[in-house]
């Protein structure tokens, strides 16, 4: 894989003769960390026999209510598998009560293949990037084309029309919930996704989270995608929210200042598309329709959330309840995010 694992951050380290013993698969070789991130922790678990596993459980500090919920996680992963093929395969589960180590986790196995992360890390054609883009749409759309009502514990997930009025309000209340000293004042942005809220685009299984770097690439055809992972935000609702959330990460080309240094995947390489060709081709091969002024709402309520997100991360920093310096430039991110916002909303980007 790209993304090599590391030693496990002191604060982040486990009882791993506990874990052992808990999952019974025989010996643990070897635990490291993987670095991506910054919600859940995700650590590889090499095993003396047998295939290797991840694991994944909460951050250490104060999380939002709902948030790293690992039996929500667990479930929606083992639902999907039959039916989305890119989805790992589920092993063990437990809740806090019960937990070796005194907080919810899950076990999956490993998808051994290539993460693209700021940089691919590996030789990429500029025929190959776009047909990744190709792929990586196709995915998309095949997740959103899932029939919820069809596959047990799925159709639980869809609690009806108003998806983009409770996301809307939600954030808010999340971003208010994660305030620091150097918060901005979004109030203009705020009003404006509420004045300016469509009704619900239609129902469907969501990733929520669907970007580059959570895909996991054939080693063989980096092309193709086997895995998707992080479904922690997964849910049944709006596919152009989705939609939204995915093109907030995607930094092309010509994006410049602060929202062009946030890149974090290779999407501005030679022969990645830009934004719009990926909305085109979503509408297109979904059978969407979506106006540009439609879409104004979708693309700034995606920022708005990566901000707020964002924030969440810097509150835990900020109040020292994590150290990792990964999260020290969170608090300029979420300012950023501000900026860029109101260029949307003035008509300049």
């Not at 639902?79 to 907080?103: E, N, R, W, Y």
């Not at 059978?287 to 835990?316: C, D, K, M, N």
Request: net charge negative.
């Amino acid at each position: 894989m790209t993304d090599e694992s590391r030693p496990v951050r002191d604060e982040d380290a486990f009882d791993v003769a506990a874990v052992e013993q808990w999952l019974g698969r025989g010996p643990i070789s070897e635990v490291r960390q993987f670095p991506g991130g910054a919600s859940n922790l995700t650590y590889l678990l090499t095993m003396a026999d047998g295939p290797d596993l991840i694991l994944r459980r909460p951050p250490a500090g104060t999380k939002a209510r709902g948030a790293h919920d690992m039996s929500r996680e667990f479930r929606i992963q083992q639902a999907l598998k039959p039916v989305f093929g890119q989805v790992a395969t589920m092993v063990a589960h437990v809740g806090a009560d019960d937990s070796p180590i005194d907080c919810e986790l899950y076990v999956m196995e490993r998808l051994d293949g290539l993460i693209p992360r700021v940089d691919f890390g590996f030789p990429m054609s500029l025929e190959q990037c776009d047909a990744l883009c190709s792929t990586f749409v196709d995915t998309l759309v095949a997740l959103h084309a899932v029939d919820v009502d069809a596959v047990p514990g799925l159709a639980a997930l869809n609690k009806g029309e108003g998806y983009v009025a409770r996301q809307v309000s939600g954030w808010i209340t999340r971003l208010d919930n994660a305030r620091t000293d150097d918060t901005g004042d979004w109030t203009d942005i705020i009003d404006w996704l509420t004045a300016h809220q469509p009704v619900d685009a239609g129902q469907a299984m969501i990733h929520n989270d669907y970007r580059l770097d959570n895909v996991v690439l054939d080693a063989d055809d980096p092309t193709r995608i086997i895995g998707v992972l992080d479904w922690e935000l997964a849910t049944v609702g709006d596919p152009l929210m989705d939609l939204g959330c995915t093109m907030s990460y995607w930094v092309q080309a010509d994006d410049t200042g602060f929202f062009g240094e946030t890149r974090r995947q290779p999407t501005s390489d030679p022969g990645m598309w830009t934004r719009q060709q990926f909305v085109d081709a979503y509408l297109e091969r979904s059978g969407r329709t979506v106006s540009p002024e439609e879409w104004r709402f979708y693309e700034v309520f995606g920022l708005f959330r990566f901000a707020v997100i964002a924030q969440q991360i810097w509150y835990r920093y900020f109040h020292g309840q994590t150290t990792n310096p990964a999260f020290a430039f969170f608090g300029a991110a979420v300012a950023g995010f501000e900026d860029r916002c109101r260029t949307i909303l003035s008509g300049q980007a």
